[in-house]
């Protein structure tokens, strides 16, 4: 099973959820083709009632941990009650392109030594 299918089959076993889209993103990102990194993750769910987001986001990574531990380098979230899905206009923000950060970029700060 491919990591995209592991992350749709947890979540669905672990929420009731009304609205649940989880799109690979690492095609935006400094990967190989065809990784399986980078995740956006919407989740429209009553269980989120009452929650705060760090609460909601504290759930989502509990029942991802094994994916995240394994090579999911990065998760966008965004987790609704039904309300506040409709008060959205049933939509997510886009997520930003990759602006680089690969080691191998010279304009990275953390390839600059401190002594130079």
């Known amino acids: 099973m491919d990591v995209q299918k592991t992350i749709e089959a947890k979540l669905s076993q672990a929420f009731d959820s009304q609205v ?3 799109e690979n993103e ?3 990102h400094n ?3 065809n990784s399986e990194s980078h995740f956006k993750v919407t989740l429209v769910s009553p ?14 990574y509990q029942v991802l941990a094994a994916e995240l531990a394994a090579g999911v380098h990065a998760l966008a979230m ?4 039904p309300e506040e899905w409709a008060a959205q206009n049933q939509s ?6 990759c602006l680089g950060g690969s080691k191998n970029d010279p304009g990275a700060s953390f390839n600059k030594r401190a002594d130079s």
């Open 20 to 22: 649940m889209m989880i």
């Open 26 to 28: 690492s095609h935006k």
């Open 31 to 33: 990967v190989p083709p």
């Open 47 to 60: 269980a989120f009632l009452g929650q705060s987001k760090v609460k909601r986001h504290q759930a989502i």
């Open 78 to 81: 965004h987790p609704f009650t």
């Open 92 to 97: 997510t923000p886009d997520s930003p392109n």
